[in-house]
């Protein structure tokens, strides 16, 4: 399995927009753990973050043409380690079921009832004692992104959302949010 390190030295600023509902807990990968996402099962914490803020954009944005409600937050990733598919699959590195981490894992799960493959991925990675995944965008081409297991409990020296002026904590949840 490739590894990669998240800079010790300097945090790496990544993006996410937020709905009102996760505004008081940016840090919760609770969300993504009500119905499962591309790299968790249901019942995971896993934090999805772009490493720009247009990609950000265009994951929160998804198939839905009209966006409900959001914040655009910076947070800051540091010393994580992470299991880096951010160049895709390549068959001299990676265990062969990984070669389906494009997969529409919506249409197997929710179309099939059949358990993505990226699930397995997960899986691997957290067995591994690695931190998340780095993968690239199919909501932007060109776009990367990373998914935090257990992001909820990390220390603020491996991951923190910059809100100096405590506004997240502020925004009230609309109703159905």
Known sequence: MILASLSQDEPLACYRVISPAYAGMPLSGMGAARRGGR????????????????TALAEYKQDNPWLPP?????????????????????????????????VDWRAEWFG?????????????????GLDG????????????NLVVYGSSSR???????????????????????
């Open 39 to 54: 790299f968790n099962r249901p019942g995971q914490e896993a934090l999805y973050l772009s490493m720009d803020e247009v």
């Open 70 to 102: 959001g914040t655009i937050c910076t947070f800051f990733a540091q010393g994580l380690r992470v299991a880096d598919l951010g160049a895709g699959f390549d068959p001299e590195r990676w265990p062969r079921l990984w070669a389906d981490f494009a």
């Open 112 to 128: 099939k009832s059949i358990e993505p493959p990226t699930w397995y991925m997960a899986d691997d990675v957290v067995a591994a």
């Open 133 to 144: 995944i780095v993968f690239p965008s199919q909501a932007r081409p060109g776009g990367t």
């Open 155 to 177: 220390p603020a020296s491996q991951m923190r959302v910059y809100d100096p002026a405590g506004v997240l904590s502020r925004i009230t949840p609309s109703p159905g949010s």
